[in-house]
């Protein structure tokens, strides 16, 4: 009712399983999904994984969540997910996450990402060895990009970051776009984990 209540959002496809999601979803174009992590059958961490296994992008997905899933979180960050929402958010919450993710970017705002990770980080065992792939796409980055990245792995917000290396907001702004089409991560929270699992930030602080 809540969405539908939008004159710019129409709920096309309801599903009380993570199976019957998939099958209603392959029918359906959608762009934005909220997926729940507890369901039946199939849950939303293995919806989002099939549901993005082919492109990672299209529809973008939300999971509904509580601190006490944490140890799910970043695996479904690894599945494709666009961000996380608190099942006890305010309205206004839900509908700015729909419209957050629709355009492109994370449901976590930077102030909450060094919350989720002081949450979810401790719950992981350290990678075992460090993901190749994900250093040489970080190897990619100039050394005024690696600074900014550093930085967005430490959680800082943009005006954080500008204050920090004494630059226009809009030059961080243009650093962080250009850093995450060099290491393929949609949004900040992926390029987060991917600092994780390059071995850059250990369990939620930086290496420097």
């Known amino acids: 009712m809540l969405l539908e209540s939008q004159p710019d959002m129409t709920v096309t496809v309801q599903a009380a399983d993570g199976r019957e999601a ?25 919806a989002t994984r099939r549901l993005l296994a082919g492109d990672p992008t299209i529809p973008r997905v939300i999971m509904l969540t509580t601190f006490d899933l944490d140890e799910y979180v970043v695996a479904a960050i690894r599945a494709g997910a ?14 700015d996450a729909v419209r957050t993710v629709h355009r492109g970017d994370a449901v976590i705002a930077p102030g909450l990402t060094r919350r989720l990770l002081d949450h979810v ?32 792995a430490a959680a800082r917000s943009n005006a954080e970051i500008a204050a920090d290396l004494f630059l226009s907001e809009a030059t961080v702004k243009t650093h962080v776009a250009h850093i995450l089409t060099k290491l393929g991560a949609r949004d900040r929270v992926q390029a987060v984990v991917m600092a994780y699992e390059a071995g850059v930030v250990g369990p939620g602080h930086p290496k420097g």
């Open 22 to 46: 998939l099958d209603r979803l392959a029918r359906s174009e959608v762009d934005v999904v909220l997926m729940d992590v507890r369901m039946p059958v199939v849950d939303g961490l293995e």
């Open 82 to 95: 666009s961000g996380f929402l608190l099942k006890d958010s305010r309205p206004e919450q839900l509908l």
């Open 121 to 152: 980080m401790p719950l992981l065992e350290a990678p075992a060895e460090v993901d190749s792939a994900a250093a040489a796409r970080l190897s990619a980055l100039t050394e005024r990009e690696h600074q900014v990245f550093l930085l967005i």
